[in-house]
């Protein structure tokens, strides 16, 4: 089992930047393939960007894709994401997941943190 704490959000000017941090418990981290999600007010939770076991291979949605980048330690078991160039748009509660499929759905993690709120102002 692994249990996961994100960090890093906060209230930000379009524009700008941000860095959220993914802290997994247990020893088999990099086994586990990675992804972020995030959940704006009355929508559905949706994909960011995944990561699988190594770091070498990466996958983003195409509302971020140019701007974020995922990456992850597995020395320190985090994965993180850096997002720059931030917009009105990416205001949401932000998600890391693991899972055992590289896949950009819900259905395919199996364990999830309490979220971190990114808000950006315009």
């Known amino acids: 089992q692994v249990q996961l704490v994100e960090s890093g959000g906060g209230l930000v000017q379009a524009g700008g930047s941000l860095r959220l941090s993914c802290a997994a418990s247990?020893?088999?981290?990099?086994?586990?393939?990675m992804g972020w999600f995030r959940q704006a007010p009355g929508k559905e939770r949706e994909f960011v960007a995944v990561?699988?076991?190594?770091?070498?291979?990466?996958s983003y949605a195409d509302s971020v894709n140019g701007r974020f980048t995922i990456a992850r330690d597995n020395a320190k078991n985090t994965v993180f994401l850096q997002m720059n160039s931030l917009n009105a748009e990416d205001t949401a509660v932000y998600y890391c997941?693991?899972?055992?499929?590289?896949?950009?759905?819900?259905?395919?993690?199996?364990?999830w943190g309490q979220g971190t709120q990114v808000t950006v102002s315009s």
């Open positions: 247990g020893r088999t981290f990099s086994s586990y393939i």
């Open positions: 990561i699988n076991e190594s770091g070498g291979v990466t």
């Open positions: 997941a693991a899972g055992q499929r590289f896949k950009a759905v819900v259905a395919a993690y199996d364990y």
